[in-house]
């Protein structure tokens, strides 16, 4: 605006560029600052403050000098009189905004004047400054769709587009494109090594802990001395993160949010960007399925870490509630601690007459049978067998649909073998019918190829069992679920059993042959797996005269 001010009138300066990277190549803040002081000097007006934002849009107010400035603007004491910047654009880029903050500063004494488009306060002169002012966000949206548009084609081409780096990859310069650098991600070995060990904790742990949960970790390598990139120390959102970043396994994304809004874009709109692997595919949707089966929109935490052994296994036979902890004091001061029904103890006896167990004794029971009735060598056989003569008649099955594959690939082969032959010397003229009959073979062939392909793939992902795995699985698991902390040996217990359930006069363990097996085929001996709580009890097993009567898996 170009208006008659006092010749004392005091003036404050406001420069700004879009990008950070205009304030370290870039000359527009010096020059900014050189022609709006000559414009106040020529005026006859004293600058007094100085605000500089740089790499701040102008599309919006979330910038920190220019709020401050308008604040100031705003205080009783009036600092200023007039604000002086190159172009309505350096103060907004949006014509309603523009509007907004042009009025709240005339409620105050102040006038916002362009030095390089000086317009007054008569009604077409404003309407001037709003047309301009809509020029200017039109640029601006524009600008941004043309920015966009090639950081898309560059995600495309594999190129990095300067977000955050994860954690476990850096960047290499591939080639120069004008004045341009063009760089790829690449897998830094130093931070990779700790990526993987992240992984390793969660599913195995240190060697002695069993799986860690993420808390854990992040206390471990905090203990051990590991830092963020920034030298901070690790917290649980940012291990969270990292275990469940698909980028570990080759899959990035560009554009997958809107920078603004934070809102998620259509499908379409993203970009897949190729990158180097760190972990291997079956490692990375280990642990998604176990932070799924831990999460506690799936399993309450307790269940999973809690320090009481059978939490979440072990339920009333009269009501099906949970067995949950009660303790109490004996008039020598000794604690003692039980399993007893919480519907029973929140509700009362009228509405379940469930039974209370010490603590002690329903677990030294359920895990010393586990143990000796379930987890030794000729029991696990025993209770496998019917598991294995169905393999081995699926096996058989399978065995006798690849050689019939077999069969038919051979015999395609060695009759496009003949006809090729024959067209070689000169037999057979390769016309239209001999074509087809090509093509037919080679379809036949192909199909017969593939299919025995998938079968053999999927046979040899079944594995087999024998005596030396049962004997190994066994004994570790025995150790596993007898000795070491609550919930190391619960991780375990609860690999193999879906619920105990405890009745009067008996207690029920319930498991399955078909996750046992797993869990043999797995070695879940050394790799435990946890899973919800949502139960699928099987009923098996004998009696046995302990606790009156106890029924173990089997």
Known sequence: MNVTLPITSRAALYLRVSTTRQVDVDLSIPDQRLQTAAYCE?????????????????????????????????????????????SFSRFFRDAFGLEMYIRRLAKHGVRLVSI????????????????????????????????????????????YNGSRLPLGFTLEEVEKRGHRIKKRIVVDPVEAELVRLMFDLYLQGNGTSGPMGIKEITKHLNAKGYRTRLGARYGVGTIH????????????????????????????????ISVPAIL????????????????????PPRVISGPILLTGLAYCACCGSAMTLRTGTSKSGRVYRYYSCSTSGRVGKSACKGRTVPMEKLDHLVTRHVAERVLMPERLEALLQSVVDRRVKADAEVQARI?????????????????????????????????????????????????????????????????????RFGQLMRSNIKDGEVPFR????????????????VVRIHGSRTVLERAVLADRATQPGVRGFVRKWRALGESNPSLHRERVAS
């Open 42 to 86: 020529r005026q006859g007006w004293s600058v007094v403050a100085e605000y500089v934002e740089p790499g701040a849009s102008a599309m919006d107010d979330s910038r920190h000098e220019f709020q401050r400035m308008i604040e100031r603007a705003s205080d009783d004491d009036r600092p200023f009189d007039v604000i002086v910047v190159h």
């Open 116 to 159: 390089t488009q000086e317009l007054g306060d008569d009604p077409a002169q404003v309407m001037m400054r709003q047309v301009i002012a809509l020029f200017d966000e039109y640029q601006s949206r524009e600008n941004a769709k043309h920015v966009l548009r090639a950081m898309k084609e560059n995600a495309r081409q594999g190129f």
């Open 241 to 272: 993160g990292i275990l469940t970043n698909p980028v570990y396994v080759g899959e990035w994304s560009f554009n997958k949010r809107s920078s603004k809004t934070g809102q998620v874009k259509p499908q379409h709109e993203v970009i897949s």
């Open 280 to 299: 291997d595919r079956r490692t990375f949707d280990k642990v998604q399925k176990a932070l799924r089966a831990k999460s506690p929109h799936n399993s």
């Open 403 to 471: 050689d019939e594959l077999s069969r038919e690939r051979t015999t395609a082969e060695d009759k496009l073998r003949r006809l090729y032959q024959l067209v070689a010397d000169g037999i057979a003229e390769p016309d239209d019918l001999l074509k087809e009959q090509i093509a037919k073979l080679k379809a036949d062939r192909d199909r017969a190829h593939s299919a025995l392909e998938r079968i053999e793939n999927q046979g040899a992902a079944a594995g087999r069992l024998d005596p030396d795995k049962l004997a």
């Open 490 to 505: 619960k991780a375990y217990l609860r690999s193999l059993i879906d619920a105990v359930e405890v009745d009067q006069h």
